[in-house]
Nanobody, 128 residues
Framework: QVQLVESGGGLVQAGDSLRLSCAAS????????MGWFRQAPGKEREFVAA????????YYADSVKGRFTISRDNAKNTVYLQMNSLKSEDTAVYYC?????????????????????WGQGTQVTVSS
C-alpha cells in the first residue's frame, strides 16, 4: 500500500509563509495525481490544490489561487505546497492525498472521493 507522510506545518503570523512536504512510499509515485486538502474544525474537508502525474498541470481552489503553489519531485517521491501570504482563514489540518486512477487531469480531482490514499495531516495555524 501507499503511505503518505506530511510535514512542515506550524504556527505562523498572518502574512507569513510555510512550505508543506508530503513524502510518499511506493515505486509508482509518478503515476499518481497528487492533491492537498484541508479541514478546519467543524467544517468539511476541502480541496486546496492538485498536480498532474508529470507536474505539467495544476489546479487550485479559488480561495488559495495566487497565494499557494503545488509542485512535485518525482525523483524524490515528494509533493510540496508552498503557502504564501497566509491568512487566519487558512488555519486547518492539511492532508496530502494520492489518486492512482485519473488518466485525464481535470476538475474531478477537486473531489476528495477521487483519492485513495491519505496522509495523517499536519496542523497549520495562522494567527492574526
Amino acid at each position: 500500500q501507499v503511505q503518505l507522510v506530511e510535514s512542515g506545518g506550524g504556527l505562523v503570523q498572518a502574512g507569513d509563509s510555510l512550505r508543506l512536504s508530503c513524502a510518499a512510499s511506493g515505486r509508482t509515485f509518478s503515476s499518481y495525481t497528487m492533491g492537498w486538502f484541508r479541514q478546519a474544525p467543524g467544517k468539511e474537508r476541502e480541496f486546496v490544490a492538485a498536480i498532474s502525474r508529470s507536474g505539467g498541470s495544476t489546479y487550485y481552489a479559488d480561495s488559495v489561487k495566487g497565494r499557494f503553489t503545488i509542485s512535485r519531485d518525482n525523483a524524490k517521491n515528494t509533493v510540496y505546497l508552498q503557502m504564501n501570504s497566509l491568512k487566519s482563514e487558512d488555519t486547518a489540518v492539511y492532508y496530502c492525498a494520492a489518486d492512482p486512477r485519473t488518466v485525464v487531469f481535470g476538475p474531478l480531482i477537486r473531489s476528495r472521493y477521487q483519492y485513495d490514499y491519505w496522509g495523517q495531516g499536519t496542523q497549520v495555524t495562522v494567527s492574526s
